[in-house]
Structure formats: C-alpha cells, structure tokens
C-alpha cells in the first residue's frame, strides 16, 4: 500500500488527540514536565497508535473541513485528559475541606506540579494519591485509556452532542459527592468539638473559646488525619475506580450511535 498525503492527515489527526491528552493528563500534563517531554511523550504514543489503527478516509471539505476534524479531535483528547485529571483533584478538594475544618485553610502553599494554592492536607493527600498512582501502574493505564479510544471511535468519528455534555455534568455533581464523603469522619468529629465548645462557652463564660477551640480543633484533626492515613490506598482505589468509570462514559458519549 502506498503511503499518500491522506495518511499524512489521518496519522496528524491521530498525534493531535493523543498529545491533546498527554497535556491535559494526570502526571504527565503537570507543569513541571517541559512541554517537549510531553510532546515527545504524544509523539512516542501516536507511533505505537498507527501501527494497529486502521486508516479510514475522512471525509471533509476544504481547510475549514480539516479543521473541524482539528478541533473535534482536540477536544476529545482534552476532555479525557481533564476529567482524568479532574479525578485525582478529589483528594485535594477533601483534605482542602478538611482543613477548613481544622482552622489551616489560611496556611497554603504553592503547588509548582499545579501551579496554584493548596492547603497543607490536600496538598499531603494530592501527593499521596500521586505515589499510589506510580506504585500500582496506574499511568500506563491512563496512557492505555487513550490509546482505546480508537476502538471506539475511529479519527473523525467522535460525536459532540448532549451525551457528552450530560456525562461532564454528571461527573461534577459526582466529584463533589464523593469529596464530601472522604471528609465526612472529620465533620462528624468537628461537629460534636463544636457543640462541646458550644455548651462549655456557655457553662463557663469566663472561658476564651476562640483560643481554646481553635487548639482543639487542630488537636483533634491531626488525630483524625493520623487515623486516614491508612485508608489513604481504599481512597486511591476509589478515585482510580471513578476515573475508570468516567472514561468508560466519556467512550460511550463520543461513540456514535
């Protein structure tokens, strides 16, 4: 077979969608990595891609045709690669709850992998998962989330329409139900400080709450943060799960029908 300036397109398509998601991916999308390791990293995948995806004939008209297809494979690259990456902000988004909980909401730091402020906890819980994640493989698996995509939907195929709108809502109503309850023990735990404090203020009035709860409370959390630590691997698998089943949702919203 010879090779013609429609396999050029096609296997440009292919190198868009997965650098697409190389950029927008857990680890490997992290502004710590240089922009020509992700890139080099795209272009590795896209050679490995070619080699079992079958080339099919795109049908468009003229440089606006083409880009169209640019721009379709763009975002179903950048979409997966976010709503990845958005999986892993579960953990940071807890243990940001936790510490507004704990009274260190004020005490953040830079993250340089995301280049914004962080609390302590979900800064501690954000690198946590990120070990799980190398320990158990789990980035080959990101990067094989990708490369299936053209078992679904081959370049040009993907369908944007309400499904997926319906599926990026979904997951965000999901994403804050499922911070919610990693952070639930430590509600509990701050609610019943609170209503000790409450009934204490008013048995001993000549008592300074505000200095003694606040010691209290950060007390206790780092108890209740001692005590989490362990189930920091079921949280992983948790997260890792969710992700898995957003993936499989985002394959389904894109597959035409």
Partial sequence: MSFTVEHVEF????LIRISSFVIGAPIFGYQTIPMKIRLAIGMVLSLA???TVPVIELNYVGILGF????LKEMIVGLTIGFMCNMCTYIISFAGQLIDMEMGLSMASAFDPLTNIQVTVTGNLYTYLVMTMMLISNMHYKILQAILD???YFNVGQAVLDGNLQETVVDFLVNF??????????VFACMLVINVVLGVLSRAIPQMNMFVVGIQIKVLVGIVILFIIVPTIPTISNFVFDTMQDVVVKLYNSFTPS
């Fill in 176 to 185: 804050f139900l499922v911070g919610f309850r990693i952070v639930l023990p």
């Fill in 149 to 151: 995509t053209f078992t």
């Fill in 67 to 70: 880009s169209a297809l640019v």
């Fill in 11 to 14: 296997y440009l398509l292919v």
């Fill in 49 to 51: 891609a070619i080699q």
